[in-house]
């Protein structure tokens, strides 16, 4: 990996969501709360051992890392924020989720899961006060099947049947966050 590149990743998956988040804060306090999401991955929680292929062949290691940090963060975030009715939580993918950048690393055949369970996850984030969910790291297959919520249509028109996380997914998931 080029510096370029470690410093582009740190940047996009750590500096961004700070520089986003200093910016809405001051907005959120006037208006008396509001709530931060950030995108995690389960990549950022420690890896399984004894190793799997995966870590010892995907290179993610430097992502891997920013994404533990952005977890570490949102966490830290909510803290500090918590006595401004501004709630932070992370939730990411429990497996992968198609995108045209994904497409270029996911071997051929990979069981991506639907989108609409991450937004799901995002929106259950944002529907109670910091003071009753804040500081969570939420995975989007596992939220929705731990809690029992309705995954719906991006358009909110038509509920999804119930998708159980599959049995690869990483073990270090807890299922209604952690």
Not at 86 to 115: F, H, K, Q, R, W
């Amino acid at each position: 990996m080029s510096d370029a590149t470690f410093h582009r990743t740190v940047q996009h998956y750590l500096e961004v969501p700070f520089v986003l988040s200093r910016a809405a804060i001051p907005h959120m306090r006037k208006q008396g709360g509001g709530w931060i999401v950030n995108i995690g991955s389960s990549t950022g929680l420690s890896p399984i051992r004894p190793f799997r292929e995966y870590n010892k062949t995907s290179g993610d290691v430097v992502y891997a890392s920013a994404k533990a940090a952005l977890h570490r963060f949102t966490q830290g975030l909510a803290a500090e924020l918590l006595n401004d009715g501004i709630a932070v939580n992370a939730v990411g993918p429990s497996t992968a989720i198609m995108t045209p950048g994904a497409a270029a690393l996911l071997p051929e055949g990979y069981d991506t899961e639907p989108v609409e369970y991450l937004a799901q996850t995002v929106l259950e984030m944002c529907t109670v006060p910091a003071a009753d969910r804040t500081g969570l790291l939420a995975f989007s297959l596992h939220f929705p099947c731990a809690t029992n919520t309705p995954v719906m249509s991006l358009d909110g028109r038509t509920e999804l049947p119930r998708r159980e996380p599959p049995v690869w997914a990483n073990p270090n998931i807890l299922p209604e966050g952690m």
